[in-house]
């Protein structure tokens, strides 16, 4: 009995693994996404850190930054495209229609976001050493999984936020999984660090979890975090945000299916 | 007698905007009673709600008051819900899927929603595909289909799961009528041999006719009437029409006929056109009558009310 409810929920999860792997593989933009953004912005990033000579520490504060950024932006993306997909080709009641939970769309597209956003990050990861000399994961093994874990949770949460955008608003907040992430990289430190924001963005900046991860991470090339216990917090604010969005997202699709919102979407 | 899905006063309006809030009655004080292994139809025009009443059942859109029970549960008060919803499936008139997947693969799709192992949904598959002529289609990607074919793979993902209850959402709207009459045999066959259930919904009368055990009419959100399609006609009075045309017109026919189940009459020199309950009950004795004037019969013309005739009753 529960080996088959097991089963049952790996091959409910596994089918948004399958629809986002075919509709990214199939679609041109997918491509760029994965390989021809996350190189421009890289590399763009990294020649000007050279032309402006800067020391090899903060080339590395920078490319860390980077390599998180494009990692993240990739990962959140499929879990936002997860629901997107099936609104662009109008069919999203079909999924609806099934006995499936929001955990199965979760898990199934963090899979897939884990798997490109994961690509990314080693590819970027790689051009680093060969073309900056900047070695991003070799250092510490350790840290970087629990840096790595960290920048595909926040691209979780970044991602369910767009989704529950999406239940609640429509098509309108589809521009919504191009820039929410984009406000938050500008919070959070990928560039520089939070101590050049205003204090009112400070604040915002330490209650997003990102901005821990990428201290967390930076303290192992010599950047003192800007509080302690940087890991730990990070996972916490994560767990919070987590929870309090697999509720919101609930209640965002019991909305959706009482205001009509689920059929206009497939309409 | 068993019913798959037994509704009672079921409402729903739908409100549009945020400041300003609009309100739009889409059904109101619905009871509906579907017996198991029936066709049951659902008609109306546009924007009666026959869309909105589907999308409960289906449990896509949620009421605003009544119960819905599929297979005696209340589906939106049990926790067996979801064992329910395993087992109905919907199809769609302009049917709309992944558009850079192949057949086969918005199929697997949907099967693996269903929790469908590698082997039982590549069996299933097949033998759908093939059920619905689409086996030659299977690596054509969705966006390349002709409607014809969209619509018949949504008709295949709709019996993926293996459902007691099938939803169809005009099944069979803008398909040239040979496609047409392909779907609703395939719909006749699972019928016939599976022992589904169906709810479908359509505009169109003759298909609603030729299919359904059951009809309801529904206008504005409300139902104006329910029951297999020939004690609708006599309950509405509809009748079938008998035109009688005579050899001799120099013979005047009656001023009157008296026969039972009549309905309406029109008499001229060279014809009479009555409006009787039953055509088959009634036309020996409509024709004894007029022998009895005298009068010889030269053309008999019957024209049996359809579900089309209720329709527009209704509508008008």
């Known amino acids: 009995m529960f080996l088959s409810t097991l089963r049952d929920e790996f091959i409910k999860a596994n089918a948004f693994v399958f629809k986002n792997w075919i509709m990214a593989k199939r679609n041109i933009f997918g491509i760029f996404e994965i390989a021809f953004w996350p190189l421009i912005s890289f590399l763009s990033v990294g020649l000007l850190s050279d032309f402006v000579n800067l020391s090899s520490s903060m080339k590395g504060f920078i490319l860390i930054g980077v390599v998180a950024m494009n990692a993240i932006q990739v990962c959140q993306l499929d879990m936002a495209y997860v629901l997107l997909y099936d609104i662009w080709s109008k069919s999203l009641k079909h999924s609806f229609v099934a006995p499936i939970g929001i955990r199965h769309i979760l898990i199934g597209s963090m899979i897939i976001g884990i798997i490109r956003g994961g690509a990314v990050f080693f590819i970027l990861a790689f051009l680093s050493q060969i073309v900056f000399h900047f070695n991003i994961v070799a250092l510490n093994l350790t840290a970087t999984s629990f840096f790595l874990s960290g920048l595909f949770l926040n691209a979780a949460i970044i991602g369910m936020l767009v989704s529950i955008l999406v239940l609640l608003v429509g098509y309108k907040a589809e521009v919504a999984a191009w820039s929410v992430v984009s406000i938050m990289f500008l919070i959070c430190g990928i560039y520089y660090p939070i101590s050049i924001l205003p204090d009112w963005a400070q604040l915002i900046a330490k209650a997003l979890p990102l901005t821990y991860f990428l201290e967390y991470y930076r303290s192992f090339y010599g950047f003192k975090p800007f509080c302690s216990s940087v890991l730990l917090k990070g996972y916490l604010l994560l767990f919070i945000y987590l929870v309090l969005e697999i509720y919101l997202m609930q209640a965002a699709l019991i909305r959706a299916k009482k205001n009509g919102m689920l059929l206009k979407l497939s309409e | ?316």
């Open chain 2, 1 to 316: 007698m068993r019913f798959a899905v037994q509704i009672r006063n079921l409402s729903k309006t739908y409100v549009q905007g945020f400041i300003k809030k609009k309100k739009k009655k889409a059904l109101e004080k619905i009871d509906l009673d579907v017996p198991e292994k029936t066709i049951y139809g659902i008609l109306g025009p546009n924007g009666a709600g026959k869309t909105t009443l589907l999308s409960i059942i289906a449990g896509i859109l949620l009421p605003d008051k009544g119960s819905v029970k599929i297979f005696g549960v209340d589906v939106h008060n049990s926790v067996r819900a979801k064992e329910v919803y395993e087992k109905i499936n919907i199809s769609s008139g302009h049917a709309n899927f992944l558009w850079s997947m192949t057949v086969k693969e918005n199929l697997s799709y949907y099967a693996m929603l269903y929790g469908m192992s590698k082997k039982e949904r590549e069996h299933r598959i097949e033998e759908l595909m093939e059920l619905f002529s689409i086996t030659s289609y299977k690596d054509v990607k969705f966006e390349e289909l002709s409607t014809g074919t969209k619509q018949r793979l949504s008709l295949a993902k709709a019996f993926l799961n293996n459902p007691y209850l099938v939803l169809l959402d005009e099944p069979t709207v803008g398909l040239d009528p040979d496609v047409a009459i392909g779907i609703r045999e395939v719909i006749k066959h699972f019928h016939k041999k599976k022992n589904i259930t169906f709810i479908i919904t359509t505009h169109n009368m003759d298909e609603a006719e030729m299919l359904c055990d059951e009809v309801m009419f529904i206008f504005g959100g409300n139902i104006k009437a329910k029951g297999d399609p020939k004690s609708l006609k006599k309950e509405m009075k509809l009748g079938d029409k008998i035109h009688i045309e005579f050899q001799d017109t120099d013979t005047a026919p009656p001023t009157a006929l008296h026969i039972n189940g009549l309905i309406d009459m029109s008499i001229y020199h060279d014809h009479i056109s009555v409006v009787v309950d039953d055509h088959s009950l009634r036309l020996a004795e409509l024709i004894t009558e007029l022998t009895k004037h005298g009068l010889k019969i030269k053309r008999i013309e019957i024209e049996e009310a359809d579900l089309e005739d209720v329709f527009i009753n209704f509508a008008r």
